[in-house]
């Protein structure tokens, strides 16, 4: 609690009485602290791929640029490590500003199995790669109201962690359901799955069950972060389910129209 005291002066002067204002002010220094953190967090990320494109090129001005088959293999490293700089930056960015509500709902009417189709199709190569079977709707249509740019995201975040969570030959089904008011979309894998202590975390900014892993397969610890800023901007709800070893399914619950 904040506490404020003002003296109560009558006619004369004199001291009648104090008024005290109170504030709860738990919520203030709850938002610093998540503030400071996250500061923290954002820091130490972008700090790591600095260091290590600091590091490859040092040694390359130090000599190793002489030896062409280590000169490509460091700079790849440098490529590599400023793409995941630059991800992470996007990221970082795209949240801020839902965060701060700068960015208005442009809903339109869209075919949600469209934008389905469209998003895994950018993923193929991945698929391919993992052996792993997509499963697309059976419905050809489904129409609903909202910004097609941020459902596709949401899809893209969603299906690109269920191919990196999803060992090789595994399987990928997505699915839309249509309710009275509501769409239900669907993305479930066969993959490694997620233990239950972490479930209820990993919707934190740059929370990860394995660190190295994430960073392997080239992920910010923001992805699921982002997916449910999108979600809530559309009055939704996400939830998941996973079981270790068996797979994760997340399923979310987006209203058909927005007005
Ligand atoms: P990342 O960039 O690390 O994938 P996300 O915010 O997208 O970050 O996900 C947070 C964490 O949740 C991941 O690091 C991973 O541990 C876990 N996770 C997300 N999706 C899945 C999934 N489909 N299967 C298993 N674990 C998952």
Sequence with gaps: LDAHFAPLLGVDGDINGVITVLHDITDI?????????????????????????????????????????????????????????????????????????????????????DVINETVETLQEEVSKKDIDIKLPDTKELYMEAEKDRIRQIILNLVANAITYTPEHGMIEINVEEKASDVKLIVKDTGIGIAEKDLPRIFERFYRVDKARSRNSG????????????????????EVESQEGKGTQFTITLPKKQS
């Design 219 to 238: 992920g910010t610890g923001l992805g699921l972060a982002i997916v449910k800023h999108l979600v809530e901007s559309h009055r939704g709800v996400i």
């Design 29 to 113: 220094r709850r938002l610093e602290k998540m503030r400071s953190e996250f500061v923290a967090n954002v820091s130490h990320e972008l700090k790591t791929p600095v260091t290590s494109v600091k590091g490859f090129a040092e040694t390359l001005l130090d000599g190793a640029m002489y030896d062409e088959k280590l000169c490509r293999s460091f700079l790849q490293i440098i490529y590599d490590e400023s793409d995941r700089l630059h991800r992470l930056i996007a990221d970082i960015l795209h949240l801020s500003k839902i965060e701060q509500h700068q960015l208005p709902l442009h809903p339109e009417i869209i075919n949600i199995v």
